[in-house]
């Protein structure tokens, strides 16, 4: 079992390795280059090939990926061709307050989208269930700067109760904190919820299909055993890919949220990145994402594997 | 395979057809010109004159939202077109094949599956602009990892019935076997998923515009209509609101009409 | 007889179908059941006994719905509980024992946990008396290593052993009745016997009243005090076990008597007959393959054999034994690591993709399962018309025409030409799948286990059909199944497999006669025979359990009762001719298997 493990944590460097690959090809294919783009129309022959040089783009583009690489590894993430300012730098910057959002997100959502999930299972078809299904589909079917704006409208805008733009600068007790906090991290949390409560669900109904829980019924145990009991230890595996699946929704989500809300966080830096074509801000941005990605789904996998009986006690 | 029509299937497949109506004859259909500006007020509210309100500009916004459909449902369509049909194709030759073949496909769409989709877009943008083929190329590259692995598992399940092995034990060349053993006994879940990923591309790309990095002015989809108008939401104006349920409508009309094909799997495979 | 301990009385269930309506599929049954006896529900697919049999503990399967009639246990209104109350009635008062043990254990939780659940939740005692009860139930049911072996969880201990755990499971509350449901149809027929032993043991001891769902005449011969026929969920007849075998009244119950005893069908081929196929040193397996030509995980050994034009071979072996990889192996859909197969003493080449069109068509393979044999989306014109296309290059109306004859020779009306297979019934489906491998007009048929998947009546219509049509066409079968009387009733040779190797092979007479392999001799004396106490009178022939571990240079070995420690697991067992024409894979000699056979039955 520690084997497979060992090899699923080696299938996610490799992973991560092909990634950066994949997100430097990209950003290299295009026939011009950062020297010509930081120096527009004034560019001279001469000048280009001067920055190209200093820059280091005058080398063959695999020598130019192993820089890179080299870069990534040792924290040294280029210069924003936008701000000249070093790009670890801007990250560090805003990471804290993502990761302050994403922890409140998760914080919030998985407990709900579990209980939500594992009772919508348990009382099947009934009117609960069903109202879950349809809310759960109606928010995942709509786009989620649709669910943030109309949060923005009905709290902030109707009710007034709470701020439509986040800054993180003044907090300075519980109720800003929860001022600012509390809009962005329900948008996040209507639609990662429904993910995630529709994947649970699915994960236990399979389970509540097999042979072994009509064995269950058949012995006289209660529903709330079967699912607790029964159900719950073989589901283990497929709701920790239900919980990392949503969460890296939060990657995407965390975007729009950002933007709408005007949160000073790295998706906003990247968005910004987009925008004025600065490619080292966006690399690296890209890099961080989806390395987080792939951590969630590594974890979930590894879950998975120590969950299974079969590979636990073989 | 359309046994019997829920009333919630018919609305669906209702829906679904207004929009496709409107993406081929709305501009012809709109009261105004996608650019003209009707009137001096902005924002203003729901009227006779103005069924869905202005816009930032004072321009007629049922008018925007008509010309903005070929761009939200044509491009979405484009996308998943090229996402289910070579995620299929892909499918289906790996299921067929077998061994290394079936390792060397699912090996780099699995790369490409590790790439969050709007991070990908996010790259794909900041690197190639975003142009109409740049969007549909990209949306459908995104969507074929996804495509690519329900097709397969359905594949891969039938192929391994001893109805193929007897076609296989015949003689039969892959192109047989794919198209008469196979692709008959999976194309409704596929079809099914070809919906859920129209779905995922729509909203993607509505993401992607209401950031500023989807279709650009003077053209406008769905998404760009909603960023335009963002001034408007502290007033609630129907013009922020309007495009975001046109969205809603079309996705949710369309799981509504998948439900008619049945069979299709929704979960387990998030965006 | 005292009053009855269980009274069902015009029970009726209801399901629904595909088109939404109710439909009865369990009409008016009504029974009693003394205490301690053991009644059998017998029928076959769809005839409700599975229904009855979940009935008495309340619950209907979902989409079914008990409609009617009554059901008393003792005092109790079984289906006038409450929910809650239900759930104390089940598992203390009437349990159940499931078909499939190796799917109704929780994979997650160890056999003791469940084992002793029941007493847990009903409260009967502490858990370290129903740890002890269970291990007692263990012991009683002759599992190995029994204070252990419930740390252990599900996919750790093999089929059989899972099996009589559930028994353990179902009595460890000491419940009046307990229900068992197909409990061995699962098994291998030699691991079978020790299970039903088991169960009858216990059964017997703790006085327990018991109903037997089984589709298994012989089985049920062994099992039950009393017999219920039932037949799309009506019953047809119900009496003593002796008197319904002896004397059946119903004209169903005749027939499905009928269609269990084993009838000899064909003559032998003549023995001049020239070879049509011929397998030499054949090893096959999964994996790479070395430079002695030995796969990594070889499924096959050393196999030879002949097929002789015009006859039947049979290959025999339990789940496991590689007798399916054979026909793959033959059909070139798993390339041969070594050896040589040769058709009309040409060699074929081993894999599909150079075997001439010729040559694919005069081999054609006919699978066990009819429901994944046919295309569902394919109309029964299509599929037959296919191979007559593609190797016959027949089209149009001509096409049309031979599909009409096929389906007239396999006796099918040619309405079923347009119809899917879907709209079929199991014997008509594979009567098409049959028809389907002789469209390309073959020499050789491999049939892999073509008559499990039926009711035994239906199957015996199928064994006569092909076997009328062998004869009309002049064709050669290769019969594989695990069904010793299938084989015996079809084959002209017989060829016994173990673990991948041939143990035993030689003439259908030569099967029926002592001396054999000891794993033919242990196989011959598991199948259970159509009369009572057949079962008690059975001596066991059974070594210890197969122990895991370094493969012995017999295959056999640890499962052998003749086995000579020092020479069977360490020197590879020469071949031996029998005086009876038999060759077997034995260190034994002739005497010493005669010894040791017990004598075959009638």
């Known amino acids: ?314 | 395979m359309i046994r019997r029509l829920s009333p919630a299937g018919l609305l669906g497949l209702l829906i679904l057809a207004f929009w496709v109506a409107m993406a081929v004859f709305g501009a012809a259909v709109a009261p105004h010109a996608a650019g003209r500006i009707v009137d001096m007020e902005v924002f203003l509210p729901v009227s006779a004159d103005y069924p869905l309100g202005t816009d930032y500009l004072g321009r007629d916004m049922l008018s925007r939202v008509l010309h903005g459909t070929r761009y939200t449902v044509g491009v979405a369509l484009g996308a998943a077109l090229i996402a289910s049909g070579s995620g299929l194709m892909l499918g289906m030759c790996a299921a067929v094949w077998g061994g290394m073949v079936d390792g060397a496909i699912s090996r780099a769409l699995d790369t490409l599956i590790s790439i969050p989709s709007k991070m990908f877009a996010l790259v794909v943008v900041a690197a190639f602009g975003s142009s109409v083929p740049v969007l549909i190329l990209m949306a459908g590259i995104i969507y074929t990892p996804g495509a690519y692995r329900i097709a397969r598992s359905l594949a891969v399940s039938v192929n391994a019935q001893d109805f193929v092995t007897v076609a296989r034990a015949r003689g039969e060349g892959t192109l047989y076997l794919v198209r008469a053993e196979i692709l008959p006994n999976i194309i409704g879940p596929v079809l099914a998923d070809f919906g859920l990923r129209f779905v995922y591309i729509v909203l993607l790309l509505a993401g992607m515009s209401f950031l500023g990095l989807g279709v650009q002015p003077p053209n406008a989809d769905w998404g760009s209509l909603v960023r335009e108008n963002m001034a408007g939401l502290h007033e609630a104006a129907p013009a922020v609101l309007m495009p975001a349920f046109a969205i809603a409508s079309l996705t949710i009309g369309v799981n509504l009409a998948i439900d008619v094909l049945g069979g299709g799997r929704r979960e387990g495979d998030g965006h | 007889m005292s009053a009855p301990l269980l009274e069902v009385r015009n029970l009726e269930v209801r399901a629904r179908n595909a088109a939404g309506q109710e439909v009865p599929i369990v009409r008016d049954a009504s029974f009693t059941l003394a205490k301690g006896e053991v009644l059998a529900l017998i029928g076959e697919s769809g005839s409700g006994k599975t229904t009855i049999a979940l009935a008495l503990l309340g619950y209907a399967k979902p989409g079914c719905r008990i409609a009617g009639g009554s059901i008393r246990l003792g005092e109790t209104d079984v289906l006038g509980l409450s929910k809650s109350a239900l759930r104390d009635f089940r598992g203390r008062r009437v349990s159940y024992v499931a078909q499939s043990a190796a799917a109704s254990f929780n994979p997650s939780l160890t056999i003791m946990a469940q084992v002793t659940e029941m007493a847990m939740l009903h409260g009967i005692g502490s858990a370290a008396e129903a740890e002890k009860r269970a291990i007692a139930l263990f012991r009683a049911l002759a599992l190995p290593d029994p204070t252990r072996i419930g740390a252990r969880y599900p996919h750790q201990v093999s089929g059989g052993q899972l099996q009589r755990l559930m028994a353990a499971m179902a009595l460890i509350a000491e419940p009046e009745l307990v229900v068992l449901d197909e409990p061995t149809t699962a098994l291998d027929v030699t691991t079978q016997i020790e299970v039903l032993r088991a169960f009858k043991q216990v059964v017997k001891g703790s006085g327990v009243s018991a109903v037997y769902v089984s589709h298994d005449l012989a089985v049920v011969a062994q099992m039950a005090d009393r017999i219920l026929v039932l037949r799309n969920g009506e019953m047809q007849e119900i009496g003593p076990t002796g008197e319904i075998l002896a004397a059946p009244k119903h004209p169903y119950t005749q027939s499905l008597l009928a269609a269990a005893a084993p009838t000899p069908r064909g003559a032998a081929a003549a023995p001049e007959a020239p070879p049509l196929l011929e397998v030499r040193g054949l090893t096959a397996g999964y994996g790479r393959i070395d430079a002695q030509g030995n796969p990594t995980l070889p499924v096959l050994r050393d196999i030879d054999f002949t097929i002789r034009r015009g006859s039947s071979l049979g290959v025999i072996g339990e789940s496991g034994s590689g007798k399916s990889t054979l026909a793959r192996v033959i059909a070139g859909l798993l390339p041969a690591a070594r050896g040589e197969v040769m058709l009309d003493g040409a060699a074929l080449p081993p894999a599909l993709a150079r075997r001439t069109p010729a040559q694919l068509r005069r081999i054609q393979l006919v699978f066990q399962s009819a429901d994944t044999a046919l295309n569902p989306r394919a109309s029964v014109a299509s599929i037959l018309g296919r191979p007559i296309e593609f190797f016959h290059g027949v089209k149009g109306a001509a096409r049309d025409a031979r599909v009409k004859r096929l389906l007239d020779l396999v006796q099918l009306p040619a309405s079923v030409a347009d119809r899917q297979p879907g709209a079929l019934s199991g014997g008509q489906k594979q009567r098409v799948n049959l028809a389907r491998a002789l469209a390309a007009e073959p020499d050789l048929i491999l049939c892999d286990e073509v008559t499990s998947a039926l009711d035994t009546v239906v199957g015996a219509a199928i064994l006569d059909l092909m076997d009328g049509l062998r004869r009309e066409l002049g064709l050669s079968t290769m019969f594989i199944s695990h069904d010793l009387h299938t084989v015996r009733s079809v084959c002209d040779e017989v060829m016994v497999l173990y673990a991948g190797e041939r143990v035993e092979a030689g003439s259908r007479r030569a099967i029926q006669e002592a001396p054999w392999h000891p794993y033919t001799n242990l196989l011959i004396s598991s199948v259970p025979e159509l009369r009572q106490g057949w079962l008690e009178r059975r001596g066991s022939v059974r070594g210890p359990e197969a122990a895991a571990g370094a493969r012995p240079a017999c295959a056999f070995f640890a499962r052998c009762g003749l086995a000579m420690p020092g020479l069977c697991d360490v020197t590879p067992p020469p071949r031996r001719t029998l005086a009876k024409a038999a060759e077997i894979l034995c260190h034994r000699d002739e005497a010493a298997l005669m010894q040791a056979s017990i004598p075959a039955g009638p």
């Open chain 1, 1 to 314: 079992m520690l084997s497979l493990v060992a090899a699923r944590l080696a299938l996610g460097l490799v992973s991560l390795l092909l990634v950066s690959l994949a997100i430097f090809a990209i950003t290299s294919l295009l026939p011009g280059d950062a020297a010509e783009e930081l120096l527009g129309q004034y560019a001279t022959r001469e000048t280009v090939a001067g920055l190209r040089a200093s820059l280091g783009l005058d080398l063959p583009a695999h020598l130019r990926y192993l820089a890179w690489l080299k870069g990534l590894a040792t924290g040294d993430f280029g210069r924003s061709l936008a701000s000249n300012m070093p790009v670890a730098q801007l990250i560090g910057s805003r990471l804290p307050n993502s990761l302050m959002l994403a922890a409140a997100t998760a914080a919030v959502s998985v407990p709900i989208a579990l209980t939500i999930g594992i009772t919508a299972a348990m009382y099947r078809g009934s009117a609960y269930d069903r109202t879950v299904s349809m809310l759960t589909l109606s928010v995942v079917s709509v786009p989620e700067f649709l669910v943030a704006t109309a949060a923005v409208i009905v709290f902030a805008v109707q009710l007034r109760w709470l701020s439509a733009l986040s800054t993180t600068a003044d907090i300075t007790s519980v109720a800003q904190f929860f001022r600012v906090f509390a809009l962005p991290v329900f948008a996040l949390c209507c639609v990662i919820v429904a993910q995630m409560v529709r994947m649970t669900r699915a994960a236990i109904i399979d389970q509540l299909r097999a042979p072994y829980v009509e064995m269950a019924v058949l012995k006289g145990v209660g529903p709330l055993r079967v699912v607790l009991h029964h159900a719950l230890p073989n589901a283990i595996g497929p709701i920790a890919n239900a919980v990392a699946l949503s969460l890296s929704y939060l990657l995407g989500g965390v975007i729009i949220v950002e933007t709408i809300f005007n949160y000073p966080g790295v998706a906003k830096l990247m968005v910004d990145g987009v925008a004025q074509r600065d490619l080292p801000v966006v690399q690296a941005c890209a890099m961080l994402f989806c390395a987080a990605y792939l951590v969630l789904v590594t974890t979930a996998d590894i879950i998975a594997i120590l969950s299974n009986p079969r590979l636990r006690h073989p």
